[in-house]
Nanobody, 124 residues
């Protein structure tokens, strides 16, 4: 069974940190660009960050400088390190995989696989 599983969500105070993980089973992430999305309460889903097969990264303006995406192909896992968290970061965070023949592109459309999400709550 091909699936992505997110983990690492939870409750954190403003200014705190969390590290989310996205692990693939049933397929290798080597051939995929991976993106993180989030959907906050009453909001539309938005792209947060992505990493290409070569390790190139992109970030939404709202998280740039606070979030860091990385991949460990040996562990078939992508991480999202989130620092200086704000209440507006509260959301369900999803990872998604985009099969790519190129190495340097990542984005937020045309995803092939999605995880079920992990909830991040930033509150005092």
């Amino acid at each position: 069974q091909l699936q992505l599983v997110e983990s690492g969500g939870g409750l954190v105070q403003p200014g705190g940190s969390l590290r989310l993980s996205c692990t693939a089973s049933g397929f290798t992430l080597d051939y995929y660009a991976i993106s993180w999305f989030r959907q906050g309460p009453g909001k539309e889903r938005e792209g947060v960050s992505c990493v290409s097969r070569s390790g190139s990264t992109n970030y939404a303006h709202s998280v740039k400088g606070r979030f860091t995406i990385s991949r460990d192909n040996a562990k078939n896992t992508v991480y999202l390190q989130m620092n200086s968290l704000k209440p507006e970061d509260t959301a369900v965070y999803y990872c998604a995989a985009d099969f790519r023949s190129d190495y340097d592109y990542c984005g937020f459309i045309g995803m092939d696989y999605w995880g079920d999400g992990t909830t991040v709550t930033v509150s005092s």
